[in-house]
């Protein structure tokens, strides 16, 4: 089993910045890739990014590519999405995501079988 919490959404203003941070516990962190999705009501989850189980490889969501960037540190067991030049559609609850099997760098939510319960972004105007 493994636990996912992520933290650090918020309320922030068009143009701000926020981090995101998901702790993970159970089966060991760093043998697998971890991912970033969003939801908005009335839409299907969406990915944003991922990570390889390393670190040394990335995927991202065209949607977000230049502005968020993730990463993690396997000494805390923490992945990271770091958020700049937010604008209002970024507003969703964000997941992060275990893909425990690994193998390739995935952007398909089923293939990623542990998710936390998410935190809210809101991006005003």
């Known amino acids: 089993q493994v636990q996912l919490v992520e933290s650090g959404g918020g309320l922030v203003q068009a143009g701000g910045s926020l981090r995101l941070s998901c702790a993970a516990s159970g089966r060991t962190f760093s043998r697998y890739d971890m991912g970033w999705f969003r939801r908005t009501p009335g839409l299907e989850r969406e990915f944003v990014a991922a990570v390889t189980w390393s670190g040394g490889n990335t995927v991202y969501a065209d949607s977000v590519k230049g502005r968020f960037t993730i990463s993690r540190d396997n000494a805390k067991n923490t992945v990271y999405l770091q958020m700049n030049s937010l604008k209002p559609e970024d507003t969703a609850v964000y997941y992060c995501?275990?893909?425990?099997?690994?193998?390739?760098?995935?952007?398909?939510?089923?293939?990623?079988?542990?998710w936390g319960q998410g935190t809210q972004v809101t991006v005003s105007s």
């Open positions: 995501a275990a893909d425990v099997q690994g193998g390739v760098l995935t952007r398909r939510p089923s293939n990623y079988e542990y």
